[in-house]
């Protein structure tokens, strides 16, 4: 057996014993195999086993109970949890990915699980893609698995969502002030923090229902969501 083989076959039981339904599996140990064959060459995730994958994987499922018919990810890096929402839902998703070879792997993936007639590819900045009028405001649902502030995957998502939907932060530790930080973020952003949902341990979703328009200058300019973060 391959290395790779043996990861997907690895994923596969590892997924199988976390009680995933044997075909939704099999689809998932396929993508992570791909991920994995692919994340020797391009940095995609910081997971570099089966073991660890299989760990990211059952995150992104987390996520499924809250996506809406159109779900947009932004900054998809190696499609985490985009392509996992795919392969477990019937949403077509929209991933925005900012770099070249990244998104290039996402293409492939796409391609490679049969998931072109409903995921689609960008690349481009989130910060520029929210003002385009073909993107900003259509999204049932959205995501960001980013390393940053609360507030700041806030700005980056909500300017997608159409009034009604909901953006989905999937977070980690958040203390009273990044907590307090992300509500009045949502306010400024036509939002409001409806929910927060324990997963055990440290980790959590934050549903942020979008209630109105957000306004034009958000998001603002290509790196100051991150360095100068909404309420903070």
Not at 52 to 73: I, S
Request: proline share 5%.
């Amino acid at each position: 057996m391959t290395v790779a083989a043996h990861a997907v076959s690895d994923l596969a039981a590892r997924l199988a014993d976390a009680a995933i339904a044997p075909a939704l599996a099999d689809r998932l140990a396929h993508y992570g195999g791909l991920l994995l064959a692919a994340n020797t060459r391009v940095n995609l995730t910081g997971a570099k086993s089966a073991a660890e994958l299989a760990e990211h994987l059952l995150d992104a499922l987390t996520v499924v109970p809250y996506v809406g018919p159109d779900h947009v990810d932004v900054g998809s890096g190696g499609g985490l949890p985009a392509i996992a929402l795919a392969l477990a839902g019937d949403a077509r998703v929209t991933m925005i990915e900012a770099t070249a070879k990244k998104a290039a792997f996402l293409r492939d993936a796409v391609d490679a699980l049969g998931l072109s007639h409903r995921c689609r590819v960008l690349t481009a900045r989130a910060e520029v893609a929210a003002h385009d009028a073909d993107l900003r405001e259509r999204f049932a649902s959205g995501t960001a698995r980013a390393v940053a502030i609360a507030p700041t995957v806030a700005e980056l998502v909500l300017p997608f969502i159409a009034p009604g939907g909901r953006a989905i932060l999937q977070r980690g530790t958040i203390d009273a002030a990044e907590r307090r930080a992300l509500d009045d973020a949502a306010l400024v952003l036509g939002g409001r923090v409806e929910a927060e949902i324990a997963l055990g341990g440290e980790r959590r979703l934050l549903l942020v229902r979008k209630l109105n328009a957000t306004a034009p200058r958000f998001p603002r300019r290509t790196g100051v969501p991150a360095k100068r973060p909404l309420c903070v």
